[in-house]
């Protein structure tokens, strides 16, 4: 798993620099089929890179966009009509067969339909209209990163296409591989807060925005890889009822990237923090300093900070999830080993999960 989480850099530069043709392809045939708005078809990791695609089709691209109900089909058989639509189904293996089946009823049912995965000649891609392969090579540990995050490079990729965004793209090339290589940098940092939490039974993860996605994808590979309850929230959600359940000491883990969110985000941050919350705020240097957060402590110190902070570069916040997602899969990796747990192979999980 930390090879893997190693290897993403080179794999966003990589697919950030390939030939954008089949990008354009891709989106001159969708609306050609007069698409106008969008749905997603995904489960486990594949559904959380689906969310951060919900904010690109209708932040970037302006069309409403939401998420598929497998079973409405595969177990109800829901007379849909998807005409008009542009489904798109996320898998890493390509093999999930109510994913695949969902795709090839929308297809049936007159949506365009496009497929990304990881597996150019799996199931999923032989359903769909188009595929657009994540290339992000054999991926050996059960955990997905590298998956995860060319799923989003090809959301990102296929969103800028739409819209023309040259400077997407252009981030995409030269800011996120390097920003990316420079958050596994904190791996020490990351280690430590492991080494804090590996006898925690509970985790909050806030998030909000695109990086909601970084927050449930956070929550999932602290489950699957060091079983441990970790729930995730939108920040705005979590001030909605679920903070009633919050105790004095309960670690919570706040995304704050830079852009439109991060405001918010950090007053809820502060709210955690005077609520006796032990709070660990994942953000660039400026947005730790408003709130008077400092560098993670040695696990030595007998009264940590009551706001903790792990750096993340500043990119813009469309790509941000990137660059956001590293430190979450570290302390997924590093918290797992924390609690004699093998990250490579979560007890009762294998690589590619059949449901219907």
Same mark, same amino acid.
């Given at each position: ?51 951060? &695609? ?26 849909? $009509? *998807? +005409? ?13 067969? $109510? ?16 497929a990304i995965t990881n597996d150019a000649r799996s199931p999923l891609a032989q359903a769909a209209d188009f595929a657009l392969p994540t290339e992000a ?64 039974? +509970?985790? *909050?993860?806030?998030?909000? &925005?695109?990086? *909601? ?27 909605? &009822? ?22 918010? *985000? ?6 955690? +923090? ?17 709130? &008077? ?64």
């Amino acid at each position: 798993m930390r090879t893997e989480i190693g290897e993403q850099p080179a794999v966003v530069a990589r697919l950030a620099t390939g030939d954008p043709e089949r990008y354009r392809e891709v989106c001159a045939a969708a609306r050609a089929s007069g698409a106008a708005f969008v749905l997603y078809v995904a489960r486990g990791t594949s559904d959380n890179a689906a969310v951060y &695609g919900q904010y690109l089709a209708s932040v970037r691209a302006g069309l409403p966009s939401g998420l598929v109900l497998p079973s409405a089909t595969t177990l109800y058989h829901a007379d849909l $009509d *998807l +005409r008009r639509c542009l489904v798109i189904g996320i898998s890493q293996s390509g093999e999930t067969p $109510d994913v695949a089946e969902s795709l090839a009823d929308a297809r049936s049912r007159g949506a365009f339909t496009v497929a990304i995965t990881n597996d150019a000649r799996s199931p999923l891609a032989q359903a769909a209209d188009f595929a657009l392969p994540t290339e992000a090579g054999v991926e050996r540990a059960v955990a997905a990163t590298k998956t995860y995050t060319s799923q989003l490079a090809v959301l990102a990729l296929l969103w800028a296409s739409w819209s023309n965004d040259r400077a997407l793209v252009a981030a995409l090339r030269e800011e996120v591989p390097q920003a990316m290589a420079g958050g596994l940098e904190v791996e020490p940092q990351v280690s430590m807060l492991a080494g804090e939490l590996a006898s925690a039974d +509970r985790l *909050l993860v806030v998030a909000r &925005g695109y990086n *909601l996605a970084t927050g449930l994808e956070t929550a999932l590979k602290v489950q699957e890889t060091a079983a441990v309850a970790a729930l995730p929230y939108s920040a705005a959600d979590l001030m909605h &009822g679920p903070i009633a359940m919050l105790a004095p000491g309960l670690p919570v883990l706040c995304f704050a990237p830079a852009g439109a969110t991060q405001a918010n *985000l950090l007053e809820v941050t502060l709210v955690l +923090r005077d609520r006796g919350a032990r709070v660990v705020l994942i953000a660039p240097e400026a947005a730790a300093e408003r709130v &008077g957060a400092v560098p993670l402590a040695s696990p030595a110190v007998s009264q940590p900070p009551a706001i903790s902070w792990i750096p993340i570069a500043e990119v813009p916040e469309a790509v941000s999830p990137l660059v956001a997602i590293i430190p979450g899969q570290l302390l997924a990796c590093r918290l797992a080993i924390a609690r004699g747990r093998d990250p490579d192979r979560p007890a009762g999980l294998t690589k590619v999960t059949h449901t219907r």
